[in-house]
């Protein structure tokens, strides 16, 4: 896990018309605990890869509403306790719903496993071009495979 990362798993209330979720709660969730600027959607189709990059001043939070995301995470800060460390899960249909915050100095990127998909994210501050460090997805400084298929087992 990486220092910061955090994971909230959401409430569905499910009946015989279909579904209803929760995803921010303003008044009295701490997992939202920065003001909002942008609210943001994605559309991908099968295969694509959107990674990498990150922030020094924004906070990403990630909904996937249909789809299924391959989502890539990589502690770029230096003074972190996780400093290097990666994360790799899955995040959309048949997957746990989860929202997931991406704090400051976490380069993250997503391949879309099964779509087309739609990411939802939430970002605390309007876009900065100058608030986006893009690193190459095959970056030999993040130790992460975006072309590795699922472990066989």
């Known amino acids: ?9 959401l409430k569905t209330h499910s009946d015989e018309r279909g579904f209803f979720r929760e995803i921010i ?4 969730d701490p997992f939202f605990d920065v003001p909002y600027g942008q609210w943001s959607h994605s559309f991908m189709f099968d295969n694509v890869i959107k990674a990498w990059h990150y922030h020094n001043i924004q906070t990403d939070y990630f909904y996937v509403v249909s789809g299924v995301l391959r989502v890539g995470l990589a502690d770029m800060r230096k003074d972190s306790t996780t400093y290097g460390e990666t ?3 899955l995040m959309g249909d048949h997957q746990n719903p989860l929202c997931v915050k991406i704090p400051p100095g976490i380069a993250h990127g997503v391949k879309v496993v099964q779509g087309p998909a739609n990411l939802m994210y939430l970002m605390s501050h309007i876009y900065n071009p100058n608030d986006e460090i893009r690193i190459p997805y095959n970056s030999p400084d993040i130790d992460f495979d975006w072309l590795k298929g699922p472990e066989i087992k």
């Open 1 to 9: 896990m990486i220092a910061g990362v955090e994971f909230k798993t």
């Open 87 to 89: 994360m790799d899960f």
């Open 25 to 28: 709660r303003v008044t009295d």
